[in-house]
């Protein structure tokens, strides 16, 4: 076979060589163009890198630089623990003045950032309301936390907010709507930035320039001030504010006292970075004034260990000293004594004389009990009228019965307060380490069992801790759990108790009264479980229960027969009262008119406008209203003028043996005669004998209630009791003996 050559293949510089005239190999002329080629696309690269590297160094700049500018504080509100409004400044009004209409005492910020969400205040929520609100809530509650707001007008609101030791909240406004712009245009001149701003030498002897801004805040003469050094600012500290290879980027912010020209001291935060000036190394320095921030700080950490209003630690710091005693106390022989002063009277200073007055009284308090110490022992305000003392030292239990001896002389004592001389007593209760406990939160917890114990079995001495008070104790927390669970399974049931007509002896109606029946105690007595329920707020639960129970018992009973049902103040301060009750007659059907309501002059000693206002939206309902216990409050009168009652009743402790009490039958018969003049309905309670029912009615009274007539029954016997006491009625008979 003949031999097949492979073709070579055709390169570049064969083609030229076969161009008539040109040589077979390049030129040394086209090698050097194609090096200077490469040379310049390399310096190109270079180039690049370095702008893409300035490009970075200068968005860090920004980020430092809007660091430093969001610590400037300006608005601030304080919020108790529920997140409702305790206090503002006009600042903080005139950055939301939006909502500024919103703000009152006691509203809540969610409802106010809500309103804000449907007004469009926030165009950050717009399409997704319900997150945003959920999330903007959730932020409240990370401590130190710091998030931006933008507003409908285009402001921007940097937010800070702190929690407090009772679970309230702090809260820091800063407009920074102007740096937010400034960011955007950082590279601004350095004479028209409103930052005070200083370049110097790298060894601080020499200020090279300053801007307008910081020639302002320091208060010199241009000339004067580029005559001074660094370290001639700075008050304190000869160290310069940077340190270290500054290597062209921007330092941490550092903080320094300075001195204006005037001598006044001022805190700065410095950021510096370094760059070159007049062709020689240099520091530019940007000074944040944060004097009334770190005074604002100040009386924040002040106010997150001390009492507001008397300025005395609170519970929080309280703990920090009782362990640094308790510490000491481990290493000697000594004891520490904790006293819990509480005192006796204070409620009355407050509904008599008003809650300035009572402001007043318990700083007066602090102040003598104060003065009464030694200069180790310590002293925290509890409570609304609660004080705890640390006695230090202490090597045997006189030691404590002496100092409590000296506080209670020294509360007996009356206070001159706004020209009313007020005399108030005080009841202590004494825990001693080690033995009643070695840390803070258990002697302050048997402390305060032992001044439970003096206020309920002495009042106006002291008493110290004993076992048996923390079993008491136990009980109680137990008798608590077993009602909650007691509510959540609808055990609890209403019996109720006849309301007489004395002169015909026709029952008018029943007042619902509350039973607990339990399978191991029996029936359980109110008196034993209504006070844990106002305590602990269950009485909310209770009372919308037997709200609920009594309208659809009553509705089985004849139309002319009322049902009476006791109302306490606290389910006027839950704001639903008169939704509750409009739901309960809709649910049982039963008419407005057959349903009364019973309320005590304590609720009136509120003196709110939302009670009287939803005491009126009862009444308009149909509802009848009436006052329970009257006579037993302060100024019962006064009431009868702040809302037209229905039915007064007369309490039972002025019908108890009225019979043979003269000045009981001159007061039944001065309440007779004020509720024929009010055309009101008087109803006398705890009726239990004949002379007692003898004398209401011949002193004119129109009800009765007590066990004369019939002890509280549950549903299942009062349909028999109405259809067998109207039919004695019908053969000539006394109403209460069918009862």
């Not at 509120?606 to 409050?633: C, N, P, W, Y």
């Amino acid at each position: 076979m003949p031999t097949v050559r492979p073709k070579k293949k055709k390169t570049k510089h064969a083609a030229i060589a076969r161009l008539p005239g040109r040589p077979v190999k390049p030129t040394p002329k086209l090698a050097g163009v194609r090096r200077r080629i490469d040379s310049e696309i390399g310096e190109l690269v270079r180039k690049r890198a370095e702008a893409e590297a300035a490009i970075a160094e200068a968005r860090k700049s920004h980020e430092r630089l809007r660091e430093a500018i969001d610590h400037l504080p300006q608005g601030i509100v304080f919020l108790d623990a529920e997140g409702r409004y305790i206090l503002w400044n006009k600042k903080y009004a005139e950055i939301y003045n939006r909502s500024a209409d919103l703000f009152q005492p006691g509203a809540r910020l969610a409802d106010t950032i809500r309103i804000g969400v449907e007004r469009g205040d926030y165009p950050e929520a717009k399409g997704r309301e319900e997150e945003w609100i959920a999330g903007r809530l959730a932020k409240m509650h990370q401590p130190g936390a710091r998030h931006e707001q933008t507003l409908a007008d285009g402001r921007v609101v940097l937010i800070e907010e702190r929690l407090t030791s009772d679970g309230g909240v702090i809260g820091l406004r800063v407009d920074i709507t102007e740096l937010k712009q400034r960011e955007a245009s950082f590279r601004l001149l350095f004479d028209s930035n409103p930052v005070p701003m200083i370049v110097c030498s790298l060894d601080g002897e020499r200020i090279l320039g300053a801007n307008d801004a910081a020639i302002e805040h320091y208060g010199y003469s241009r000339a004067d001030f580029e005559k001074l050094t660094i370290r001639a600012l700075q008050a304190f500290d000869s160290q310069l504010p940077w340190t270290g290879d500054l290597s062209g980027d921007e330092q941490a912010a550092r903080t320094w006292k300075h001195v204006r020209a005037d001598g006044g001291l001022i805190d700065l935060a410095i950021y510096s970075r370094q760059l070159v000036h007049g062709g020689q190394p240099a520091v530019l320095l940007a000074l944040m004034d944060i004097t009334e921030r770190k005074r604002a700080e100040a009386r924040l950490a002040f106010m997150a260990q001390h009492d507001g209003l008397t300025g005395l630690p609170n519970r929080n710091l309280l703990r920090q000293q009782m362990d640094d005693m308790l510490q000491h106390t481990r290493r000697s022989s000594e004891k520490l004594a904790v006293l819990v002063l509480g005192l006796d009277n204070f409620k009355a200073v407050n509904d008599t004389l008003g809650h300035a007055v009572g402001d007043m009284l318990l700083r007066a308090v602090a102040k003598r009990l104060r003065s009464t110490l030694r200069e180790e022992d310590a002293i925290a305000r509890l409570n609304s009228d609660e004080f705890a003392i640390l006695q230090g030292g202490v090597t045997r239990p006189e030691d404590a019965t002496l100092l409590a001896r000296r506080l209670l002389e020294a509360i007996a004592d009356p206070f001159l307060l706004d020209d009313h001389s007020v005399v108030v007593g005080a009841s202590i209760g004494i825990a001693l380490s080690p033995g009643d406990g070695d840390d803070s939160d258990k002697l302050l917890k048997n402390a305060d069992l032992a001044l439970s114990r003096a206020k309920n079995d002495f009042r106006g001495t002291f008493s110290f801790f004993e076992a048996e008070m923390d079993a008491r104790a136990q009980g109680r927390r137990k008798l608590e759990t077993d009602l909650r669970d007691a509510i959540s399974k609808g055990v609890l049931q209403p019996h109720y108790q006849p309301l007489v007509d004395l002169a015909t002896g026709r029952i008018t109606g029943f007042e619902a009264l509350v039973r607990w029946p339990d399978p191991e105690r029996g029936m359980i007595s109110p008196a034993e479980f209504i006070p844990v329920a106002e305590e602990t707020g269950l009485i909310n639960a209770i009372g919308g229960l037997m709200l609920r129970r009594a309208c659809k018992d009553a509705a089985q009973w004849p139309d002319d027969v009322r049902v009476a049902v006791n109302l306490s103040p606290l389910q006027f301060r839950t704001g639903n009262l008169l939704a509750l009750v409009m739901d309960a007659l809709k649910q049982s059907g039963l008419a407005p008119r057959r349903l009364e309501l019973e309320i005590t002059e304590t609720l009136l000693l509120e003196k709110s406008s939302q009670v009287l206002a939803t005491l009126h939206a009862l009444r308009a309902l149909g509802v009848r209203i009436s006052m329970d216990d009257f006579g037993t409050g302060y100024s019962s009168l006064s009431y009868l003028r702040s809302f037209p009652f229905d039915k007064i009743k007369i309490d039972r402790s002025f019908v108890q043996e009225v019979d043979a009490n003269r000045d009981a039958q001159a007061i039944i018969r001065s309440i007779v005669s004020l509720g024929k003049g009010l055309g009101v309905t008087i109803t006398a309670e705890g009726v239990e004998t004949e002379a007692e029912l003898s004398c209401l009615r011949a002193e004119g009274c129109h009800e009765g209630q007590g066990f004369l007539f019939s002890r509280a029954r549950p549903q299942g016997e009062i349909v028999a009791l109405l259809q067998a006491q109207r039919g004695l009625i019908a053969a000539g008979g006394k109403a209460h003996e069918a009862a």
